[in-house]
């Protein structure tokens, strides 16, 4: 997936190996994202390759989303970290991240002849830009929204980390995410 941006194309692309510590750079520059070791991020160039995608121009990694097909739910699509860089900041490049993770997993999804049902993550109550990027996709897919309480701050004991609520995408009437999406991610 490509966009073009002051003539500058952004290329949307799975992250490969040696993306990884450029990702744990962006991350340890976008405070207050939870910074998790250079390995984590190595890993997930690699591993989770196919749930993940870099965001770059101009050879420049401006934006980076992790994922992963939950194992104890395998029909939910999990979104664990997102970032955009200043150099990549109000031009579109979170929500084109996260609906080319999307896309990403629906064909994971058919390859496997496994459904989409749900896209979720966990946002805390202070993160408002992460609140309205899944909001707004939601809104934009159609999808319906349900939030509920994940994790307090109880849970982090000997941290001052926020607690963590739950967003839950997913298609009405039941409809798998591969059928409901499947025009709305081919424009």
Not at 92 to 114: C, D, F, M, N, Y
Not at 129 to 152: D, I, M, P
Request: hydrophobic share 35%.
């Amino acid at each position: 997936m490509e966009s073009d941006t002051d003539n500058l194309t952004i290329i949307y692309r799975r992250p490969t190996l040696a993306d990884g510590i450029h990702i744990h750079q962006l991350i340890k520059n976008s405070p207050p994202l939870d910074l998790n070791s250079s390995y984590l991020y190595f890993l997930q160039s690699s591993h989770f390759a196919d749930t993940c995608v870099v965001a770059e121009r101009d050879g420049e990694i401006l934006g980076f989303v992790s994922g992963y097909m939950r194992p104890d739910a395998p029909t939910e699509l999990f979104v664990w970290q997102l970032v955009v860089g200043e150099n990549g900041r109000g031009q579109g490049v979170a929500k084109a991240l996260v609906r080319q993770q999307i896309t990403q997993a629906i064909e994971l999804q058919r390859q496997h002849q496994s459904k989409l049902l749900t896209i979720s993550c966990t946002i805390s109550p202070s993160n408002l830009a992460s609140q309205g990027v899944f909001k707004s996709l939601g809104k934009y897919f159609g999808l319906q929204l349900e939030v509920s309480k994940f994790l307090t701050e109880e849970h982090f004991v000997g941290s001052d980390h926020e607690a963590e609520d739950e967003y839950k995408l997913f298609a009405p009437a039941g409809e798998t995410l591969n059928d409901f999406l499947h025009d709305k991610l081919m424009t």
